[in-house]
């Protein structure tokens, strides 16, 4: 019997190197098929290859091709020069029209999304406390009207209401009242940019605060808040990133906003986006074109980022 057990050990032990022990083999995982000692990509990343590289070719193409333009210089009658100079770049923090374009364009924007927060954020409070669930459909078909629409289609229905003769004046004349001169100034563009953008507001505040659980409404109210409080306390905290994604969507449209200010504000009002078009389609001096658009760009990047950090911080804070 002793002889036996010794010679079955043996036979274990001499056995464990070839991987045939029942045990050696469940504590030891065998490596995936495939696998060669390295990480397999996921199937994600092979779906969304082609994208990426199409995005990278179709825009960040482009605006390299366009930097290395800001960078020429400009000689008359040659369009274009190939250098390395930053005159470009000089010409604009040199001369305080284009400054003042910039500004005008920063305040434009400011007021005009301000505007359509203030505005879009009761009417997506509504569609999505209020509305029924039969008109909520048909409420948020009326407030996307207008986007099926083009953008000089609109702009040019804002011309016939805001003109010296136009219906707004027609019904301030009716009430005795003299007319009022909208067209062709800042006051004009800020009501056609909101109409533009108030849209985009909507909608995004809507989805945001589908997300919201009623019920924590009717908690606060438990609890003796009242509807501002309530509003205050409760829904803006939560709705934060929402009201951060849906101002610096309408931000930067309007920062870039060209059919508007050119229709509606008249040859005498100025934003950035008209005047980076003057200088490459009518003075065909690229070079400054290219870099009036990357100014423009890094002024919309660094607020937009800027805004993005604050609120961030302020909705960590509220979130402890």
């Known amino acids: 019997m002793v002889e036996q057990e010794h010679r079955a050990l043996s036979e274990a032990s001499v056995s464990a190197p070839g991987m045939s022990a029942p045990g050696l083999s469940e504590a030891l995982p065998l490596p995936a098929p495939g696998a060669r000692g390295g990480r397999r990509l996921s199937p994600a990343f092979g779906l969304s290859a082609p994208a990426t590289i199409f995005v990278l070719v179709a825009l960040i193409g482009p605006l390299l091709l366009m930097f290395r333009y800001s960078l020429n210089r400009f000689v008359p009658g040659q369009m274009m020069v190939e250098a390395l100079t930053l005159a470009n770049y000089q010409k604009f923090f040199a001369d305080s029209y284009y400054q003042e374009v ?98 985009f507001m909507i909608v995004t505040l809507q989805s945001v605060l589908e997300g919201i659980d009623a019920n924590l409404e009717a908690a606060a109210a438990s609890l003796g808040a009242g509807h501002l409080t309530t509003l205050w306390r409760v829904v803006l905290p939560l709705a934060l990133p929402g009201i951060l994604a849906g101002t610096m969507l309408c931000f930067i449209l309007s920062m870039n906003a060209y059919a508007t200010p050119v229709l509606i504000g008249g040859p005498s009002f100025h934003m950035m986006a008209p005047t980076v078009y003057q200088q490459v389609a009518k003075a065909m001096n690229w070079p400054f074109g290219a870099a009036l658009a990357f100014v423009l760009m890094a002024v919309t990047l660094v607020l937009t980022t800027t805004a993005n950090v604050l609120v961030q911080r302020r909705y960590r804070r509220w979130s402890e």
Do not use: E, H
Request: charged share 5%; with cysteine.
């Open 102 to 199: 910039l500004g005008t364009t920063l305040w434009v924007s400011a007021l005009s999304t301000a505007l359509c927060l203030v505005a879009g954020f009761p009417v997506a409070y509504f569609l999505v406390r209020q509305a029924s669930a039969a008109w909520k459909g048909r409420l948020l078909l009326l407030v996307i009207l207008p986007l099926l629409m083009g953008n000089a289609v609109r702009t040019a229905a804002w011309m016939v209401i805001l003109g010296d003769k136009g219906l707004f004046n027609a019904v301030v004349s009716a009430t005795g009242l003299s007319p009022v001169k909208l067209m062709y100034t800042p006051t004009a563009v800020v009501i056609g940019l909101v109409s533009v953008l108030l849209p």
